[in-house]
């Protein structure tokens, strides 16, 4: 199984950044990705997660401003981000755990198998 996250850089804080995570290796639909962040000298914290039937959750800090989604004909979950915020800057991981239903939610850190190599997002204030 391999997850690769694509799409952090540089913006201006209010700009928009989105990140992909490609995944190879699994039935795609069955897993619910997940996408955490860990910004420097904090714990990681989820972001926002989607189940292989488009069924998401969002942490409080993300909500309004943050959109997952998934194409499953592509094995791709994107992570639209707006408004962003200094306080968003973090490297962002995406993450998969297999589920036994397609609208089954994974909430907890270690239902999550299999991990990308992060992404770096920083948003200049």
């Known amino acids: 199984v391999q997850l690769q996250a694509s799409g952090g850089g540089l913006v201006q804080a209010g700009g928009s950044l989105r990140l992909s995570c490609e995944a190879s290796?699994?039935?795609?639909?069955?897993?619910?990705i997940g996408w955490y962040r860990q910004a420097p000298g904090k714990q990681h914290e989820m972001v926002a997660s989607?189940?292989?039937?488009?069924?998401?959750d969002y942490a409080d800090s993300v909500k309004g401003r943050f959109t997952i989604s998934r194409d499953n004909a592509e094995n791709t979950v994107y992570l639209q981000m707006n408004s962003l915020k200094a306080a968003d800057t973090a490297v962002y991981y995406c993450?998969?755990?297999?589920?036994?239903?397609?609208?089954?939610?994974?909430?907890?850190?270690?239902?999550?198998?299999?991990w990308g190599q992060g992404t770096l997002v920083t948003v200049s204030s």
């Open positions: 290796g699994i039935t795609f639909n069955m897993w619910a």
């Open positions: 993450a998969a755990g297999r589920i036994l239903a397609v609208n089954q939610p994974l909430l907890r850190t270690g239902d999550y198998e299999h």
């Open positions: 989607i189940t292989g039937g488009h069924n998401t």
